[in-house]
C-alpha cells in the first residue's frame, strides 16, 4: 500500500498574479484537483511546488 502524500497546504492562501498560491507554490488548478490526483501525481505536484519556491526566493 502506498502511503498518502499530505497536502503542502500551510494555510497561508493567496494567489500570485500567475496564480501561484504564496503560501504553499502549487498552481489554482493543482489546489482545486488535488483530492482527484494519484499519490504519484501529488508527489510530482509537491516537488513542482518546491521549484516554484526556491525560484521565487533565488535558492538554486
Not at 28 to 51: F, L, N, P
Request: aromatic share 6%.
Amino acid at each position: 500500500m502506498t502511503e498518502a502524500v499530505k497536502s503542502p497546504c500551510i494555510n497561508v492562501c493567496a494567489l500570485d498574479d500567475d496564480d501561484v498560491c504564496v503560501g504553499c507554490f502549487r498552481s489554482m488548478r493543482e489546489i482545486t484537483d488535488w483530492s482527484e490526483y494519484s499519490s504519484d501525481k501529488k508527489r510530482e505536484v509537491v516537488a513542482q511546488a518546491h521549484q516554484r519556491m526556491k525560484r521565487r526566493y533565488n535558492l538554486a
